[in-house]
């Protein structure tokens, strides 16, 4: 099915080690996205990209790192975890080229650290 | 800057009864809006949005919100709530600068039977 797949839907880290998280989209949208879900606080952003070879921070980019290699993927890396990053991170893609504008969101990686 | 408000964290509906959900934004030069809904554990699912044209906006499951720029608000409405629309839902702006999404807090619907 098209859409955008997150990878892993589930991670238990331990303070100061470091991840990749997965995000792939099937769909050639030129924007993608990460936000972290906290409890209370809605979605923020962490990156975005506006298409490959191009990226930039967004409101929360502090311990994370990304890259746009391909139109297709956006990974998000944690270089040392800590606590803090403990959260609900989705991957989202979007089109502003036509008239179906929207974000389309993956289902979400569950980040436990520890 | 700009911002979006979801006043209610919680909202208690009975199953039957009309649901209106309340969403304020800062005014943006582009007010493109969206609500979305997570249902438990499960990712976020466009409900509706609203570019230009007709302010009242249809939506999936029956939902329906209406934008009206004098009071620079968005609500989600729904006349009959059915116990499975028990989720959270999340109002968002498009952000002006570079089109990424300014999301509310969210709003916790119970239903009750």
């Known amino acids: 099915n098209a859409g955008v797949t997150q990878t892993p839907k589930f991670q238990v880290l331990k303070t100061g080690q470091s991840m990749t998280l997965q995000c792939a989209q099937d769909?050639?949208?030129?924007?993608m996205s990460w936000y972290r879900q906290d409890p209370g606080m809605g979605l923020r952003l962490i990156h975005y990209?506006?298409?490959?070879?191009?990226?930039d921070q967004g409101e929360v980019p502090n311990g994370y790192n990304v890259s746009r290699s391909t139109t297709e993927d956006f990974p998000l890396r944690l270089l040392s975890a800590a606590p803090s990053q403990t959260s609900v991170y989705f991957c989202?893609?979007?089109?502003?080229?036509?008239?179906?504008?929207?974000?389309?969101f993956g289902s979400g990686t569950r980040l436990t650290v520890v | 800057a700009q911002s979006v408000t979801q006043p209610d964290i919680h909202i208690t509906v009975s199953e039957g009864a009309s649901l209106e959900l309340r969403c304020n934004y800062s005014?943006?030069?582009?007010?493109?809006l969206f609500w979305y809904v997570q249902s438990p554990g499960q990712g976020l699912q466009l409900l509706l949005k609203?570019?230009?044209?007709d302010t009242l906006v249809q939506g999936i499951k029956g939902f329906e919100a209406e934008f009206k720029r004098s009071q620079s608000s968005f609500n989600l409405r729904k006349p009959s709530v059915h116990w499975s629309d028990a989720a959270e839902y999340f109002c968002?702006?498009?952000?002006?600068?570079?089109?990424?999404?300014?999301w509310g807090a969210g709003t916790k619907l119970i239903i009750k039977p």
């Open positions: 609203y570019f230009s044209g």
């Open positions: 990209s506006v298409g490959a070879g191009i990226t």
């Open positions: 005014y943006g030069a582009t007010p493109y």
């Open positions: 968002a702006v498009v952000r002006d600068s570079n089109y990424q999404l300014i």
């Open positions: 769909m050639n949208h030129e924007y």
């Open positions: 989202a893609s979007s089109s502003h080229l036509d008239s179906n504008y929207g974000y389309t």
